[in-house]
């Protein structure tokens, strides 16, 4: 059954691409370069997309990064988003540099008359301002009022820092409510979906090293997005940010929110496997990763009911003695030697990834 996603969120333009408002999770990450070193923090940018990271953020620490904002714009294909804490006079550089987007909190921004100018240069250039709120900096009023960090606190924290915005008649924000406790992020999330009709960013800060840190923002984002809550997202891993994204892309797939990627149905094997399943599993996810067409291709070890049962695959192979049946919506189109039946596997799935795009 597929879930119901919560549309009824504002339309928020980052760049050329749109958050809210549809039935679609937008893919970011972050770049672990230095920003003042334009050109690893391009190479990384350029990685990512080639991933499917479809919008960026970089840190905005000091001046020098700030700095290379234009540069690194003029460089790169998606959406640049900087990330500033408090630092008035770094947000309104990378404004004037070109960013799609600024992360910062009004609320921390400090006096009024700054606060203002941010907003009027956003305003100006057309881009939004994500507020972000984390459980583990949450502003000493609410914390004094809760007592430690709650959702209820948290929620409170983003109305606080919208009201701001809102106050100034600026009305492009997204929201993000991230904790490392992935229960408080779960009722955080669903509280602010409850408010807020912004668009919703999702995190999970903090969740550690690609095994653990996956399995920790599956859970919590899954449950987020089960919920039909989200309008874009990061998983954010201790891991080359490459990964993050391949993440983010895994677990869109599963609710079926990921317009830009390929899945692969893969059976578990048992005794009556026929081919080397696991290999062949390994290259052709490889293979379709770079595939931006929501195809499901399928890899099954033997041929006795597994056609049948990938019957959702576009395309798919089954082992059989010394060749591989090639199927199509569960239908067998035609066998092939096993020495090519990779190789044509994967010429069937350029040809529907491209019918998918003439379509
Ligand atoms: Fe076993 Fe064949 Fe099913 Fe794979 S497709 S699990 S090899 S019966």
Do not use: W
Not at 192 to 207: C, D, F, K
Request: proline letters at 3%.
């Amino acid at each position: 059954m597929a879930i119901t996603h919560r549309k009824d969120t504002r339309q928020v333009r980052i760049g050329n691409v749109v958050v809210g408002g549809r039935d679609e999770v937008v893919i970011q990450s972050m770049t672990t370069t230095k920003t003042h070193d334009v050109e690893a923090t391009v190479n990384e940018i350029n990685r990512l997309e080639e991933a499917g990271c479809q919008i960026v953020r970089v840190a905005c620490p000091d001046e020098r990064a700030a700095n290379a904002i234009p540069e690194i714009k003029k460089q790169i294909n998606i959406p640049l988003v900087v990330d500033i804490h408090f630092n008035y006079k770094l947000a309104l550089m990378a404004i004037e540099g070109g960013a799609d987007k600024i992360r910062i909190n009004p609320g921390n921004i400090g006096k009024r008359e700054r606060v203002e100018e941010v907003v009027n240069a956003a305003k100006e250039k057309g881009i939004p301002i994500r507020i972000g709120v984390n459980a583990g900096s949450l502003e000493r009023h609410i914390l004094e009022k809760y007592g430690y960090p709650t959702a209820d606190g948290m929620v409170e924290s983003a109305l606080h820092h919208i009201q701001i915005l809102e106050e100034l008649d600026f009305h492009d924000i997204v929201v993000s409510l991230k904790a490392s406790d992935v229960n408080l992020a779960i009722e955080a999330y669903e509280k602010a979906a409850e408010h807020i009709s912004y668009p919703i960013h999702l995190g999970i800060t903090e969740s550690g090293t690609l095994f653990a840190g996956s399995i920790k923002s599956a859970a919590g984002m899954g449950a987020i997005l089960s919920k039909g809550i989200g309008s874009t997202m990061r998983i954010s891993l201790s891991a080359d940010p490459v990964e993050e994204v391949k993440v983010a892309k895994e677990l869109l797939k599963t609710f079926g929110l990921a317009s830009n990627a390929a899945t692969l149905i893969a059976c578990p094997t048992c005794g009556r496997i026929e081919i080397d399943l696991i290999s062949i599993a390994n290259e052709v996810e490889e293979y379709i990763s770079t595939i931006k067409a929501p195809i499901k291709v399928a890899v099954l070890g033997c041929a006795v009911n597994g056609p049948g049962e990938a019957r959702e695959a576009d395309i798919g192979i089954a082992g059989a003695r010394g060749e591989g049946l090639l199927f199509r919506h569960g239908e067998i189109i035609r066998k092939v030697p096993e020495e090519i039946m990779v190789d044509e596997l994967k010429k069937e799935v350029d040809k529907i990834a491209e019918e998918y795009f003439e379509q």
